[in-house]
């Protein structure tokens, strides 16, 4: 059985923009295609519907690309556990501003992904955090995703 993986909408964007002339977010566009050519196969891809809602935003033609990324790949529910899960997140670890990126976490957690896959570095991908989140998750009874970036996730 392959292993569960939830994108965060950073993904999605990195798979379908133009090339960044910032040397970091190119080297992270780079690894982003390399992992979805390479090793998205191996797992079972999921996103909810803030991903869709996220990947709408912005420039057309940008945002029909991220749309057409995202159709195959299933919806997970935000539901009244994810938000309730969420709202704790915020409480307790996470600033009020990310609201958004408390709820990618909580899908994740409360649908049982075992990785969530992101570039945002600041609010999810944060190891300062991680220990946080993960406690947060468990004293909910639910088991908390691996964190990581696609660099992270490219199988030894």
Known sequence: MKQKAYLET?????????PSRDII???H???TNEWWENRRKRFDLFVSQLVI?????????AA???LDILE????LE????VISLARILIDEVLPPKAVEDALHIAVAA???MDYLLTWNCKHIANAEKEHAIAAVCRRNNYEPPIICTPEELMGG
């Open 10 to 18: 950073s993904i999605i964007s990195y798979l379908a923009a133009r």
């Open 25 to 27: 977010i190119a080297a």
């Open 29 to 31: 566009q780079e690894l």
């Open 53 to 61: 809602q996220e990947a709408k935003a912005g420039d057309k033609n």
């Open 64 to 66: 029909q690309k991220r």
């Open 72 to 75: 195959p790949i299933p919806l």
């Open 78 to 81: 935000l539901n009244e556990k």
């Open 110 to 112: 409360i649908h049982g």
